[in-house]
């Protein structure tokens, strides 16, 4: 049993990266899309304190762009840590979603730290080195951010079951992503409280994997935790939240997509691209003129009139 | 029990009359505007024998009503072969990348409904939260379309019909394309955008379009020169009675220079000001010729147009008219295009056209508002604000603020020449949409003008009595500065139905009127509060 257990861990780190990069490469391959941006754009420098672009000067395509990376952190740091937008569009769900997101930030920093006390243990790193100092702040991160999920997820369940607004439109796939999560940290709680409190059995666990030393797993709440993360590892990146990647190009390549077409060879190169491609929808304006391509249609008058 | 609580969903598909009505007691009281709503004047019934008026109580989009199930098939076929190559590069490369991450990343939180100036104004009828038509749309992509493995189970059933079809075609045309809604959300999502693509499936594909947008919009611009009608002949003839006119009335002589090769700036209208709003031609030719621009307007055909209806409703009508943009600024070897006061004008030519036109027609392109702060703050022309001494709010078009970021230069302008300027709450970026956005301003069959002032216009008229709340009455005029044409005449028939100039002596027009009124080489009185 323990062996699967490993090689489920192993399968689960693969299916997660190559979902991550099929969505990303998915996204990247396709035609770059027509200026679609929203503002405020983050990095408009003083601009974005009120919302205002580039386009607000005369002749703007001969100045000098601004392009503050502060100002993106300063957007992306309360909204990623804090939930900014839902604290300001939708209050009531913000303390329900908050946790829960908290909670997976905690578990994330306490596996950061995991990987420390792995790797300090592999180099051979006795109990007084790093590991003392980083073993307290994993274990606070970890119970934490257990009990956050736990707490959150249910919440987030409850909420989608009972209220109508939100019930509405949550499909078993929300049910599903939920109560998955809910599972999962339940028996993570058992499993710190009662089985592994110092999550030496978890260090050990991961140290086993990566010198593929299949031992026996200690214990059986502790197998049935690890499946249940693996699962949950797998799984995330196939559903809609694997937006914690997503959004990235959510918010900096559509929504703060401002890059202007001056002397910008990428994008002449993607318009040269795209106006050839075949064109094929049915309606009578556009096709049966024998125009194929966007060029040809986008350039063809339909009702041209004879110069008088 | 109220009506709208009711509406599921899957009510999209049932054999029911309409799927929903806005009630009068579920509308957004206006602040001290006592006004009796009339309930709707019911759609008449030749034009429920023709079209699917299966919605609720208006129709903008005419979809033939199927009259055997094979129709009914082919409705529902032709959908989603438009729906299939919505979701291609090839067909779609526009916008799929929105499309599919919004598709596939809403959370389905319901963050942007508070945001939704409709869905307020009808105290929260269903249909008008942004994620109801979109989730719609979501659940036929993930069964019909990309066909993931239970997909009716795992997102939610829904039964595809010619009602759900018909429905959907229809709520697409229920929104203002705002994307207020979009700038609210956590993740990114845009179900605006959704809506646009909807739109874009019943016109590219199914040939099934908005009459004022697509045939009196669009084709008429493509084979006239104008969605006005007006060929190159009868619109210089009439910018040349609007010289005439106002030569006289300001006592500034003017003449608009037309086809004038190598000039510095291509100005182009939104030509309906030509016809609805003079003053505004007038305005520009006044203050261009007081700073010594070296412009002009092109007469060859859409030239003299800004419009580009595409941007509401169709990639390749939008292409095409944006082509011939910059073809008559090539043509006329200008530095530049200059956009005159119309939002979606701005927003087509000078954003979203800038990942269409090729290098060649890759003429620079701005908007006039930088242009007439420059001139204002110049000292070229001489102002006197006291003739502006009257209380003015902007009101921000979408497509100039949210989708462009202009914002300071309009405010600076009138910070100098308007001493009693105030603002609406929210503004800039954050503004509510006038409600005739994404064409709705030029529509005026059945009961489309119902439904713009009672649902769509609402909020906007909410702001504006807000921002006059220390002046009420019809004893102080006052005076809503609305730069987009389409945005005016949003505002011109509101005003008229709520009776706002007798009862409040409230009017709008654009910026450029502002200026010229405060200019003291102009006979004072440009701007006016009725006919004179």
């Known amino acids: 049993m323990s062996i699967i257990i490993y090689l489920l861990g192993y399968t689960a780190i693969i299916v997660f990266l190559i979902a991550v990069i099929f969505r990303v490469i998915n996204y990247i391959k396709l035609p770059m899309h027509v200026r679609w941006e929203l503002y405020p754009v983050a990095h408009e420098g003083k601009r974005a304190s009120y919302g205002g672009s580039y386009l607000e000067d005369v002749d703007w395509w001969k100045k000098d762009r601004e392009k503050s990376i502060i100002g993106e952190l300063k957007v992306m740091i309360p909204e990623i840590f804090f939930l900014k937008a839902v604290w300001e569009h939708n209050r009531p769900l913000w303390l329900s979603t908050y946790s829960f997101h908290l909670g997976l930030y905690l578990i994330c920093a306490f596996l950061g730290l995991l990987m420390i006390n792995v790797f300090a243990q592999l180099i051979g790193c006795s109990e007084n080195c790093l590991i003392t100092y980083v073993s307290p702040i994993m274990r606070f991160f970890g119970g934490a951010g257990i009990i956050l999920c736990l707490i959150g997820s249910i919440w987030l369940l409850r909420k989608r079951l009972l209220e109508p607004e939100l019930k509405e439109y949550s499909g078993p796939d929300h049910y599903i992503n939920l109560a998955l999560f809910a599972l999962a940290s339940s028996i993570a709680l058992i499993t710190w409280l009662f089985v592994d409190p110092s999550f030496t059995m978890a260090r050990d666990f991961i140290v086993n994997m990566i010198t593929f030393n299949f031992s026996p797993i200690p214990n059986n709440i502790f197998g049935l935790q690890m499946i249940l993360a693996f699962i949950v590892i797998a799984y995330i990146p196939m559903t809609h939240m694997s937006h914690f990647f997503m959004k990235y190009f959510l918010y900096h390549d559509i929504r703060w997509g401002d890059e202007p077409n001056v002397d910008n060879m990428k994008t002449q190169n993607n318009i040269g691209k795209v106006l050839n491609y075949p064109v094929s929808w049915s309606a009578s304006h556009i096709a049966g003129h024998g125009k194929t391509t966007w060029a040809e249609v986008a350039t063809f008058n339909p009702v041209a009139q004879p110069e008088s | 029990m109220n009506a709208k609580k009711k509406i599921s969903i899957n009510d999209i598909s049932k054999d029911t009359e309409k799927l929903t009505s806005v009630k009068n007691e579920d509308l957004m009281p206006l602040p001290s505007l006592f006004v009796q709503e009339e309930e709707w004047t019911p759609l008449s019934d030749d034009l429920k024998e023709k079209y699917a008026c299966i919605l609720d109580d208006t129709i903008i989009l005419p979809i033939p009503r199927p009259k055997t199930v094979q129709e009914e098939e082919a409705l529902v076929n032709q959908f989603l072969s438009g729906m299939r190559k919505l979701f291609t590069k090839e067909n779609n490369w526009t916008f799929i990348q929105i499309l599919e991450t919004t598709m596939n990343h809403c959370a389905r939180c319901n963050t942007c409904s508070d945001a939704c100036h409709m869905f307020e104004s009808t105290g929260k009828n269903e249909m008008y939260r942004p994620i109801y038509r979109s989730e719609i749309f979501r659940r036929i992509y993930k069964t019909y379309v990309k066909k993931e493995p239970f997909a009716m189970w795992r997102y939610g059933d829904l039964e595809l019909n010619w009602r759900t079809v018909a429905r959907l075609g229809e709520m697409a045309y229920r929104c203002n394309l705002c994307r207020r809604c979009a700038q609210t959300c956590p993740i990114g999502a845009d179900n605006a955008l959704v809506a646009r693509e909807i739109r874009k499936i019943f016109s590219q594909e199914m040939g099934i379009t908005v009459p004022e947008l697509h045939a009196k919009g669009s084709m008429l611009q493509l084979e006239k020169g104008s969605s006005t009608a007006m060929t190159k002949l009868v619109v210089k003839d009439n910018v040349e009675f609007i010289d005439e006119d106002f030569s006289e009335e300001t006592g500034f002589e003017i003449e608009t220079p037309w086809d004038v090769e190598g000039a510095d700036i291509l100005l182009i209208h939104n030509a309906g000001e030509i016809l609805a709003w003079p003053e505004n031609i007038a305005a520009f030719s006044i203050i261009f010729k007081a700073a010594g621009i070296s412009w002009t307007l092109s007469s060859d055909l859409a030239a003299y147009d800004s419009i580009n209806y595409g941007v509401f409703y169709d990639d390749v009508q939008f292409a095409r008219t944006a082509i011939l943009h910059a073809q008559a600024a090539k043509k006329l070897g200008v530095k530049k295009i200059v956009l005159g006061e119309c939002g979606h004008a701005h927003k087509a030519l000078t954003v979203i ?180």
């Open chain 2, 353 to 532: 056209a800038d990942r269409v036109l090729p290098e060649e027609l890759n003429v620079p392109r701005e908007s006039c508002f930088p242009l007439l702060r420059d001139i204002v703050m110049s000292g070229k022309i001489k102002l006197d604000p006291s003739r502006n001494n009257f209380p003015v709010t902007i009101h921000d078009p979408c497509n100039l603020t949210r989708l462009m970021g202009i914002i300071k230069p309009q405010r600076e302008i009138v910070q100098k020449i308007c001493p009693q300027f105030r603002e609406m709450h929210p503004h800039g970026p954050h503004n509510y949409c006038c409600g005739g956005g994404s064409g709705y301003a030029i529509m005026s069959r059945n009961t489309i003008p119902e439904w713009r002032y009672k649902v769509a216009g609402r909020k906007k008229l909410e702001q504006i009595l807000n921002a006059f709340s220390d002046c009420r009455g019809p004893d102080q005029k006052k005076y809503v500065c609305a730069p987009c044409s389409n945005c005016k005449g949003q505002l011109r028939d509101m005003f008229e139905q709520y009776e706002l100039l007798d009862k409040e002596q409230l009017i709008y027009n654009g910026l450029v009127e502002l200026i010229v009124n405060a200019m003291v080489d102009v006979e004072p009185g440009f701007v006016k509060w009725e006919e004179e």
